[in-house]
Nanobody, 115 residues
Framework: QVRLVESGGGLVQAGGSLRLSCAAD????????FGWYRQAPGKQRELVAT???????YYADSVKGRFTIARGDAKNWVYLRMDSLKPEDAAVYSC?????????WGQGTQVTVSS
């Protein structure tokens, strides 16, 4: 079992930055990928960024060049650095972790961007 705990959401002005963290606890040795989704009210859930065990990354076009995903040195946590935030980035951000045959989810953290 893996438990994911997220932190770092909050309120920020447009143009500002936030860093979201997602720490995995439990049987983390088989985790091979992390990612972040976001969902705003009335909108579809969007895959924002992913990183795998080889540190290969994926970014949605909407965040490319502004967001950075990286794994911590201990490899059992991941962060999402968000720069140049826009009001349309406001959403609940949820991290996930993939291990052998299962995806685990964090509880979600709210990001609010004021214009």
């Amino acid at each position: 079992q893996v438990r994911l705990v997220e932190s770092g959401g909050g309120l920020v002005q447009a143009g500002g930055s936030l860093r979201l963290s997602c720490a995995a606890d439990g049987s983390t040795s088989s985790i091979y990928a992390f990612g972040w989704y976001r969902q705003a009210p009335g909108k579809q859930r969007e895959l924002v960024a992913t990183i795998d065990s080889h540190s290969s990354t994926y970014y949605a076009d909407s965040v490319k060049g502004r967001f950075t995903i990286a794994r911590g040195d201990a490899k059992n946590w991941v962060y999402l650095r968000m720069d140049s935030l826009k009001p349309e980035d406001a959403a609940v951000y949820s991290c996930y972790a993939d291990d052998l045959g299962r995806r685990y989810w964090g509880q979600g953290t709210q990001v609010t961007v004021s214009s």
